[in-house]
């Protein structure tokens, strides 16, 4: 059996990952950038100081901005989230998560969290779900964003778990590839994502028997 799940917060859990794209779009549209959704898969698991340099490359203003500037721009774009945060509640847990973690619980299996988002525990809390994980990584003392491997790395550490005796959930691109780096079994979520080693449309395909087989499998056959 797995002895650890890890959990990608936004855009897995709950649909945080659309207001962080509506809410960097707005930032972006000031500066006279244009995002859509498609370039917005490049901005999934990254970031927040990395996500705005992505934005001012594509807009060609990589050099324009100082660094109070720029932290500036951060503080509007976490403004403009946080106000879409406000009527987050129990009910926009996403379809099948729940059941997973309380089929996980029933396993032994343990619950942990990797998002790099310093509004992860107040994301969590207003889903009601704090008490379902055992450690949650700290995204304020993390070194690296995905897809470096760092986060997913400490949460396995944090359960005290070896990662290849683990599963992350992940629907970012650069969030596969650092499960795939950390030695975890990653399965991804989105019909876009190539290189997870399971891969679903939605959440709601999330099962454990499922999940349970597909690892032993890899097991069986690396
Ligand atoms: C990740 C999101 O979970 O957190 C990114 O996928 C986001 O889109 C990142 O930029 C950082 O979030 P925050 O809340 O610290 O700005
Ligand atoms: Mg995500």
């Known amino acids: 059996l797995p002895q650890a799940v890890v959990f ?13 794209f509506l809410a960097w779009q707005q930032l972006a549209e000031k500066l006279g950038i244009c995002i859509d959704r498609a370039f917005n898969e490049q901005l999934k698991g990254v970031n927040r100081a ?4 992505r934005i001012l490359q594509h807009g060609g203003q990589a050099d324009a901005y100082t660094p109070a500037q720029r932290q500036q721009f951060m503080t509007e774009k976490n403004e403009l989230y946080r106000q879409l945060l406000a009527n987050l509640s129990p009910a926009d847990i996403l379809t099948g998560i ?6 996980l619980r029933a396993a032994g299996c343990r619950i942990g969290l990797a998002s790099v988002s310093e509004n992860a525990p107040q ?22 964003s995905k897809p470096h491997p760092e986060i997913f790395l400490t949460a396995c550490r944090g ?9 992350g959930i992940e629907d970012a691109q650069a969030g596969i590839a650092a499960i795939n780096a950390s030695g975890m079994y990653s399965v991804g979520i989105g019909a876009t994502l190539a290189g997870a080693d399971y891969r679903l449309n939605h959440t709601g395909e999330l099962a454990w028997p499922d999940l349970l087989a597909h690892w032993q499998a890899k097991q069986a056959c690396p």
Do not use: Y
């Open 8 to 20: 990608d917060l936004d855009g897995v859990i709950t649909d945080t990952a659309e207001f962080h």
């Open 50 to 53: 990395d996500s705005l340099t």
């Open 98 to 103: 729940l059941p997973l973690l309380a089929d």
């Open 123 to 144: 994301v969590l809390a207003s889903l009601g779900l704090c008490n379902w994980f055992d450690f949650c990584a700290d995204a304020r003392a993390l070194t690296h």
């Open 159 to 167: 359960l005290g778990v070896a990662p290849a005796q683990a599963i």
